[in-house]
């Protein structure tokens, strides 16, 4: 007999009343007496469990009563209706054989462990309640980003990991070297020459796709793209990874805010898609992880996110200086404090942060009119802060020039960049969405190492 989803049992309940099923997954909970014993067995296709009652007329009673936690089982029984009972319904053993047994060393008891601990044991915190949740509402939030741009006809660009270019021009690449540390090749004056490694040309992971984005935008109007991308900065954080997930796209004949309206349009679609089809994992974390998070969400969807200038937020935050630890001037970096304070005290909901002053942001944006800002908008939200950073990009050549000048940036690195504004430019928009803190913000988890399977931070690459 073949065995079927516990997913489809509990979605399709009246179709298994009463008839005999096959399960097969692994055991979460055991207890037992001389006469009969309950198990909760997960098979990973759905969030609950699937309780199994064993009576001592099996033939294997006694081994099954003493079996540890995770051992692999396949069950078959009947499905039976309990409705006074705890659960909806449970099986009614009639045979349950041991794939594989696990040892009583394995480390995810009943009790609730720190997810600092759980951290420490990657390979084996899929498996538990917090985390078999957020991993699957990445994996829808994957799909739903996939299914909005597709619907609107956007196409998915694969941009390069590997590449030559600083698409933010911020210098927080990892090189990438095939040399040997041990055989380091010198030249005469015993230096080491790392531009001979990639068939001479000197190139690191990429930070963004965002640039080759550019170029697709201006071909198929548009694009997006969802890949990794790795930022060699040293940052300690709860919101920072070495290797994140970014999902970019842009936009040809479109400025900053058709901008702001796609990024507003496609977070909504995300939360409503999730809400909608992980309503068990939605009600697991408004229980036990961020008490309150699907009103918040819900609120979320029914209305407007906010919009402030740059400039405008500085004088609303020096209002309240007294609340922070960094200084708040115009022309200063917004602190993730002051990000915070913004979206949860005054706007209490998610609030694009426009028109930045240009020395703050990267070389690509456009510039304002007054010369002194750029066409930059920041998504700031509730619990997180920066979640999108994005922008009208500089579509004029001799700005981009000058600007990049200015930055001291080497413009025959980017020689195909520019080319770009010479052959039809117009202007064009986009912005990246942090995949790891869009999950943050979905699930209420306060630790981006908490929503990435195996976390790439600074001290963390066992796995
Ligand atoms: O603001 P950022 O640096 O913008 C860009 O990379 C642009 N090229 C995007 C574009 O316009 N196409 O990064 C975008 C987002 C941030 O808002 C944040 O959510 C996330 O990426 N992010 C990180 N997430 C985790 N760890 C890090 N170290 C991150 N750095 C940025
Ligand atoms: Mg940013």
């Known amino acids: 007999m073949k065995s079927v989803y516990i997913k489809d049992i509990y979605r399709n ?62 069950v078959e029984g009947k499905l039976v209706i309990t409705p006074d009972a705890k659960q909806p319904f449970e099986i009614k053993a009639i045979n349950i054989t041991v794939e594989g047994k696990s040892s009583n060393e394995y480390p ?24 078999s949740a957020v991993f699957r509402i990445r ?37 990438i070297t095939t040399l040997d540390p041990k055989k380091p090749p010198v030249d005469e004056k015993g230096e080491v020459d790392f531009t001979k490694d990639f068939f001479g040309k000197e190139t690191s992971l990429t930070v963004s796709g965002q640039l080759q984005g550019e170029a697709y935008a201006l071909a198929f109007r548009n694009i997006y793209t969802f890949g990794p991308t790795f930022r060699a900065e040293n940052s300690h954080t709860a919101r920072h990874a070495s290797e994140f997930w970014m999902i970019e796209p842009e936009m040809a ?49 029914s209305s407007d996110f906010g919009r402030v200038t740059y400039t405008k937020a500085i004088e609303l935050l020096k209002e309240c200086k007294e609340n922070f630890e960094y200084p708040v001037e115009w022309g200063c970096d917004l602190q993730t404090e002051h990000e915070r304070y913004l979206t949860e005290k005054i706007f209490k909901k998610p609030v694009f942060v426009t028109d930045y002053p240009k020395d703050i942001k990267a070389f690509y944006m456009k510039l304002n009119e007054d010369g002194k800002t750029v066409a930059a908008m920041d998504l700031l939200v509730p619990g997180v802060g920066e979640i999108i950073g994005g922008s009208q990009r500089e579509d004029k050549l001799e700005l981009l020039e000058e600007r990049m000048d200015a930055m001291d940036l080497d413009k025959e690195e980017y020689w195909w960049y520019l080319e770009l504004r010479k052959y039809g430019s117009t202007r064009h928009s986009g912005y990246g969405l942090g995949f790891e803190r869009a999950i943050m913000y979905l699930t209420g988890m306060a630790n981006i190492r908490d929503v990435v399977s195996f976390p790439r931070t600074p001290k963390s690459a066992d796995f």
């Open 13 to 74: 309940v009246e179709k298994y009343a009463d008839q005999t099923v096959v399960i097969e997954g692994w055991i979460r909970t055991l207890r037992a007496s001389k006469a009969f014993g309950f198990i909760e067995v997960n098979d990973g296709t759905f969030f609950n469990n699937l309780q199994v009652v064993f009576e001592e007329s099996l033939a294997n009673f006694s081994e099954i009563a003493k079996l540890s936690i995770s051992t692999s089982v396949r």
């Open 108 to 131: 995810l008891q009943k009790k609730r462990h720190s997810f600092e601990y759980l951290r420490e044991i990657a390979h084996l915190r899929p498996r538990s309640n917090t985390f």
């Open 139 to 175: 994996s829808l939030a994957a799909f739903a980003v996939h299914q909005f741009f597709q619907e609107k006809g956007f196409v998915y660009t694969h941009t390069p990991i590997i590449t030559g270019s600083d698409a933010e021009g911020a210098g927080e690449m990892f090189r």
């Open 253 to 301: 004949f479109a400025d900053l805010n058709d901008n702001m309206e796609l990024a507003e349009e496609m977070l909504k679609y995300i939360i409503n898609y999730v809400l909608e089809n992980a309503p068990e994992e939605m009600d697991f974390f408004n229980k036990f992880v961020d008490k309150g998070l699907l009103d918040r969400l819900k609120g979320v969807v």
